[in-house]
């Protein structure tokens, strides 16, 4: 199959992958107490298992997109590119576990299996924080990495937007423990720069 042939297509995965991130997000933050995701999954269970399939389409659309990134950059930061996409296949296969570990958590919280003080206690258990930090830090590392090929690939390849905003998004790690809609701007930088590049993609 020629380039042209699927190359349309894993740009249109990226873009609804991107979209079905950010719509996730929105669906599935309400608040960041425990008490606040409690409420939602009891109140509104329909929006929660939403959020947890967009989390799951999120990631097989930006799985599918990662080959359009990797045809865009051929010069100039090509071998950060593929690290870059490696790395983000990574995160972006925690998604999906991500959108399991949501219909798993709301399946106790409806049949009354899971107290908020259970919800934090568990919280701290190792294997459970080992796979957070290596999902979150696969995520950012890759968008980082991504942001540095895109910049050393120059105006040619895409315009300096794009990783100005992936850069963006990675520095808004730092404010994660910020309020609600911190994190819903933060996604919005995740968001943009990916259908930037498939626009970009399929321009070309």
């Keep these: 199959m020629r380039n042209d042939d ?3 297509v894993s740009a249109a995965a990226l873009v609804a992958g991107a979209m079905a991130l950010l719509l996730a997000t929105v669906l599935t933050t309400d608040g960041a107490t425990t008490q606040a995701m409690f409420r939602t999954v009891q109140e509104q269970g329909g929006r929660w298992l939403g959020g947890a399939f967009m989390y799951f389409l999120a990631s097989v659309g930006l799985i599918l997109g990662l080959p359009a990134i990797i045809v865009l950059v051929q010069g100039r930061g090509r071998r950060t590119a593929m690290a870059a996409c490696v ?3 990574v995160g972006y296969l925690g998604t999906a576990g991500y959108a399991a570990l949501l219909i798993f958590f709301r399946a106790l919280v409806v049949t009354e299996a899971l107290t908020p003080a259970a919800l934090e206690a568990a919280a ?6 080992t796979f957070v930090f290596a999902w979150v ?8 990495l991504l942001a540095i090929a895109l910049w050393r690939a120059g105006t040619d390849v895409i315009a300096r937007w794009v990783p100005i905003a992936l850069l963006g998004h990675v520095v808004s790690l730092a404010f994660v423990a910020g309020p609600t809609w911190v994190g819903q701007v933060a996604v919005v930088l995740v968001a943009l720069p990916l259908c930037g590049l498939a626009i970009r993609v399929a321009q070309r």
């Design 137 to 144: 830090g696969a995520f950012y590392l890759g968008e980082l």
């Design 124 to 129: 701290e258990e190792n294997g459970l924080m």
């Design 87 to 89: 790395v983000l296949a």
């Design 6 to 8: 699927w190359l349309p």
